[in-house]
């Protein structure tokens, strides 16, 4: 299947500094990226959807200026957690999809931010 | 509103024995419907998915899932587990008829444990 990376894989960061992780397609042309939060033995919860070009839709509850996304070109999507707070820590996942929206979407392998 | 069910917190299995791991799921329109696995620390692993077409989807790893619409259920199964198919499972649904850019909604995931 197709490859999704993420960069960095953990980052531990002190309160009131910003974050940026990178997602990648590598293989593929990623049309659409999503952005989840993982919680400890919860469930992912979509954040925003971005199609390259195009602001970021965000989900109901989640702020944009705090989670700045950028999706500048059709492999990367870059998502920026500015003046990190502790509960900001998470698990975060980056997913993309191709073309045609019945696609499976390809994820991430995840990155891991604690923020002291 | 579509949403997507798994009753299950986690499913205990012997080794050998076959599995099975639930969904049941509620949209407006035609289902698309997805089994994802995660593995601790990773991000999330299609394993199969159902469009259109038969009812029996088989997937990677040697499992299959069943679409049964009067039930509204889509049922991850395998004939024998593993040990190494512990993992936690997600079942997600993208309703045919929400337009936009047609999010996937997960269920809250099921644990396997399979033991030897």
Redesign the interface.
């Known amino acids: 299947g197709a490859v999704v990376s993420q960069h960095p894989s953990r980052v531990i960061c002190k309160s009131g500094t910003s974050v940026k992780i990178e997602c990648r397609s590598l293989d593929f042309q990623a049309t659409t990226m999503f952005w989840y939060r993982q919680f400890p033995k919860k469930s992912l919860m979509l954040m925003a959807t971005s199609n390259e070009g195009s602001k970021a839709t965000y989900e109901q509850g989640v702020e944009k200026d705090k989670f700045l996304i950028n999706h500048a070109s059709l492999t990367l999507s870059t998502l920026t957690v500015t003046s990190a707070h502790p509960e900001d820590s998470s698990f975060y996942i980056c997913s993309a999809r191709t073309g045609n929206w019945v696609n499976e979407q390809f994820f991430g392998p995840g990155t891991r931010l604690t923020v002291l | 509103a579509q949403s997507v069910a798994q009753p299950e917190d986690q499913v205990n299995v012997a080794e050998g024995n076959p599995l099975t791991v639930k969904c049941t799921y509620s949209v407006s329109g035609n289902p ?1 419907l ?1 089994w ?1 696995v995660q593995y601790p ?6 394993l199969l ?1 159902y ?1 259109t077409g038969d009812n029996l989807v088989k997937g990677s790893y040697g499992f299959e899932a069943e679409f049964n619409k009067s039930q509204t259920s889509f049922h991850l199964k395998k004939p024998s587990a593993l040990v190494s198919d512990s993992a936690l499972y ?1 079942c997600a649904v ?1 309703d045919g008829f929400s337009g ?5 909604i ?4 099921t644990r396997l444990a399979v033991h030897p």
């Open positions: 698309y997805f994802y620390n990773r991000g999330l692993q299609f998915k469009i997600f993208r936009g850019y047609n999010k996937l997960f269920g809250a995931g």
